[in-house]
């Protein structure tokens, strides 16, 4: 089965610290990953996705992610949290076994930056 | 521009009421998402919508009925709710038909309280 695991519920930093948010996945086959980021009562807002090539995968605000294959990761980092960066992170994969688009999510992660 | 619009953005109703969540999307995307979520949750996958034809039902009760009148905009028509359906409704949509590499972009949602 497919699955995709974020095993911090909350992250706090302080700002202008570094930033990661965790995210292991399980895939049979290639994994397409994806890193969204939820503001409270908004929708969710895409940051980056790695499909295939470089490790080091860079997107919106800041923020970058590294493929890990041996250690089947794609942790979410930014060099230096803004207060701003505080919301709701999902990570994602693609469910390559159906047809249709399907994104298999994370439970989420919470990350707080205090001034 | 990757804008999905939704509307209305907040809706109450009664468990008798028929309603409906509009969402509309003009970057010529050609695959439509409709997603559930509960509060600090990850987003459920609903309905899948394919060059304008239903390619996913994740077994959704048939108090949801999902439309799709043309390209660019996709409906939810709700009817007899139940107060666990209380919920932020998503739509996305994506370029093609939902392939694997695709990314889907998410508006701000719908939140809806059936009372």
């Known amino acids: 089965a497919q699955s995709v695991a974020q095993p911090e519920d909350q992250v706090n930093v302080a700002e202008g610290n570094p930033l990661t948010v965790k995210c292991t996945y399980s895939?049979?086959?290639?994994?397409?990953l994806f890193w969204y980021v939820q503001y409270p009562n908004r929708g969710l807002q895409f940051l980056l996705k790695y499909i295939t090539g470089d490790n080091l995968v860079k997107g919106s605000y800041g923020f970058e992610a590294e493929f890990n294959k041996s250690q089947t990761s794609f942790h979410l980092k930014k060099p230096s949290a803004l207060v701003s960066d505080s919301a709701l992170y999902f990570c994602a994969v693609r469910d390559l076994y159906r047809q249709g688009g399907k994104l298999i999510f994370g439970q989420g992660t919470e990350l707080s930056v205090k001034p | 521009d990757t804008e999905v619009t939704q509307t209305p953005k907040h809706l109450v109703m009664g468990m008798t009421n028929k309603k409906s969540l509009k969402c509309e999307q003009h970057?010529?995307?050609?695959?439509m998402y409709w997603y559930k979520q509960k509060a600090k949750k990850p987003p459920e996958l609903m309905f899948v919508?394919?060059?304008?034809?239903?390619?996913i039902n994740e077994s959704v009760p048939s108090r949801f009925s999902p439309e799709c009148p043309n390209s660019s905009l996709l409906n939810l028509h709700l009817h007899a709710l139940q107060p666990e359906d209380s919920a932020l409704y998503l739509c996305?949509?994506?370029?093609?038909?939902?392939?694997?590499?695709?990314?889907?972009?998410f508006g701000p949602g719908t939140r809806l309280l059936v009372l």
């Open positions: 996305a949509s994506s370029q093609g038909s939902g392939g694997s590499q695709e990314t889907q972009y």
């Open positions: 895939v049979s086959g290639n994994p397409y």
């Open positions: 970057m010529g995307h050609r695959a």
């Open positions: 919508y394919s060059y304008e034809k239903l390619s």
